[in-house]
């Protein structure tokens, strides 16, 4: 039998079978229904799971997002620790975890990937300070997104906006988005006088550029 997510819950009444779009199972069940009630209802259910299988065009297959998984913090591993179970999703980093509790994939997906924003607005929020005074400008405002092909820009009106992946990488990569993304409010370009001042501000952000590029290619959550 293709492997499940069990969820229990008081409030539920009746069983139900949810399936990812990347092919996970999970049956969501009233708190007291017996293990052989569940084999039951997924048996009878096989026939739509194969069908809703093919149509999604997923083979079985490990999903990546699963509890143990090691995600990075900057410069720490942080493993993730899932729980699925119902209620309203909550995130906690305790000792090296990363414990995420929520009803589903989906659920917990969007929790870590809030809680990685809110993470990654402070920090970048603190390395602005520290950099800023090195370039000379500051910027009018910071903006969080989930870029799909862009770490980092830097608005006509000043605004810069960052990647809340750069959470994943090391600390030192962030750094330079945010050194890069700064000197941008100087020069608005990539013509030599930007590298230029970007060199000024860090010597060693060629190294750290083409560092950066490489592992974009691979990055995901």
Same mark, same amino acid.
């Given at each position: 039998?293709?492997?499940? /997510?069990?969820?229990?819950?008081? &409030?539920?009444?009746?069983?139900?079978?949810?399936?990812?779009?990347?092919?996970?199972?999970?049956?969501?069940?009233?708190?007291?229904?017996?293990?052989?009630?569940?084999?039951?209802?997924? &048996?009878?259910?096989?026939?739509?799971?194969?069908?809703?299988? &093919?149509?999604?065009?997923?083979?079985?297959?490990?999903?990546?997002?699963?509890?143990?998984?090691?995600?990075?913090?900057?410069?720490?591993?942080?493993?993730?620790?899932?729980?699925?179970?119902?209620?309203?999703?909550?995130?906690?980093?305790?000792?090296?975890?990363?414990?995420?509790?929520?009803?589903?994939?989906? /659920?917990?997906?969007?929790?870590?990937?809030?809680? %990685?924003?809110?993470?990654?607005?402070?920090? /970048?929020?603190?390395?602005?300070? %520290?950099?800023?005074?090195?370039?000379? $400008?500051?910027? &009018?405002?910071? $903006?969080?997104?989930?870029?799909?092909?862009?770490?980092?820009?830097?608005?006509? $009106?000043?605004?810069? #906006?960052?990647?809340?992946?750069?959470?994943?990488?090391?600390?030192?990569?962030? +750094?330079?988005?945010?050194?890069?993304?700064?000197?941008?409010?100087?020069?608005?370009?990539?013509?030599? #006088?930007?590298?230029?001042?970007?060199?000024?501000?860090?010597? +060693?952000?060629?190294?750290?550029?083409?560092?950066?590029?490489?592992?974009?290619?691979?990055?995901?959550?």
């Amino acid at each position: 039998m293709r492997a499940y /997510a069990l969820v229990r819950s008081r &409030k539920r009444r009746t069983l139900c079978l949810q399936i990812s779009p990347s092919g996970a199972l999970r049956v969501l069940v009233p708190a007291a229904t017996r293990q052989a009630d569940v084999e039951a209802f997924l &048996k009878a259910k096989t026939p739509w799971i194969e069908r809703t299988l &093919k149509r999604l065009g997923e083979a079985p297959r490990p999903d990546p997002f699963a509890d143990g998984l090691t995600l990075r913090h900057l410069d720490e591993p942080i493993v993730l620790r899932l729980q699925y179970r119902a209620g309203p999703p909550s995130v906690r980093r305790d000792d090296g975890m990363l414990r995420v509790a929520a009803t589903d994939e989906e /659920a917990a997906r969007a929790a870590v990937e809030l809680w %990685y924003r809110e993470a990654a607005r402070h920090h /970048a929020l603190a390395r602005i300070i %520290y950099f800023a005074p090195l370039v000379g $400008r500051t910027p &009018k405002q910071i $903006r969080i997104g989930g870029q799909k092909t862009r770490w980092g820009s830097c608005s006509a $009106r000043g605004t810069i #906006s960052l990647n809340w992946r750069l959470m994943l990488v090391p600390a030192a990569l962030f +750094d330079y988005v945010i050194a890069h993304e700064l000197c941008h409010l100087i020069a608005p370009h990539h013509k030599p #006088s930007f590298w230029r001042e970007l060199a000024r501000v860090m010597p +060693d952000y060629e190294a750290r550029r083409l560092t950066l590029r490489d592992l974009g290619a691979s990055l995901s959550l």
